[in-house]
């Protein structure tokens, strides 16, 4: 089955490191994605990683793909109060010579100051 | 370039009225999708369409209808709203890139509309 799963809530310090989970069922996944959404707004593309990589870095944000336990992590370094926003996971699954996103949960992140 | 535009950004209907929700795009995409939120359950994908003429369901599509006659535009019809439908509403818009992982697929989302159903 497809599936895509997050812890809730998050809660750091600013100036911390803040760590944010997924865990994903489905395999197949081609791309894996982390959006941002900030209150009363759209999701906002934060970052991406390609199936067959297993790091990303890209200034404060660091992604890590471990696919042996389909979990993706999303660790942003020195977190700021401008962080706080739900973060979803996501995948990319083919599907009928097309594909389709798949989202987890959110993920809320507060960070206090 | 306005991106992905949604109207109305705020409906509140009585259970049993019909409307429509707009989503129009101006990046020549030929993937557009809606998804719903909802506190707990993330988003999740009620219809969606490969290119204009063609569309399918996703994972809640009971209730809704949709249409793709242009590739810019994606509405989304309600037929008769019930109050399981109170939800916020995003309609996506991504490069369909032919080839099942061709390029970095990112979705570009509207901001959204809150409806509530009475």
């Known amino acids: 089955g497809e599936d895509v799963e997050q812890s809730l809530f998050l809660s750091v310090r600013e100036g911390d490191s803040s760590v944010i989970n997924c865990t994903y069922t489905?395999?197949?996944?081609?791309?894996l994605y982390w959006y941002k959404q900030e209150p009363g707004a759209g999701l906002q593309l934060l970052t991406y990683i390609f199936s067959n990589m297993d790091m990303k870095q890209d200034q404060r944000l660091t992604v890590l793909l471990n696919k042996k336990d389909k979990h993706l992590s999303l660790r942003i370094a020195d977190t700021q109060t401008g962080d706080s926003a739900i973060y979803f996971c996501a995948e990319s699954l083919p599907t009928s010579g097309t594909y389709k996103y798949i989202f987890g949960t959110g993920t809320r992140l507060k960070v206090l100051a | 370039n306005a991106g992905v535009t949604q109207t109305p950004k705020f409906q509140v209907l009585k259970t049993g009225q019909s409307m429509t929700l707009q989503c129009a795009q101006d990046m020549n995409h030929e993937y557009m999708s809606w998804y719903r939120q909802d506190p707990g359950m993330g988003l999740r994908l009620i219809h969606y369409s490969v290119g204009a003429g063609i569309t399918d369901q996703g994972e809640v599509p009971n209730g809704y209808n949709v249409s793709r006659s242009t590739t810019e535009d994606f509405p989304l019809r309600l037929l008769s709203a019930a109050p399981s439908q109170t939800s916020v509403y995003f309609c996506a818009s991504s490069m369909e890139g032919g080839e099942v992982g061709w390029g970095k697929t990112e979705a570009f989302f509207g901001q959204g509309t809150r409806l509530t159903v009475v």
């Open positions: 489905d395999s197949s996944s081609t791309y």
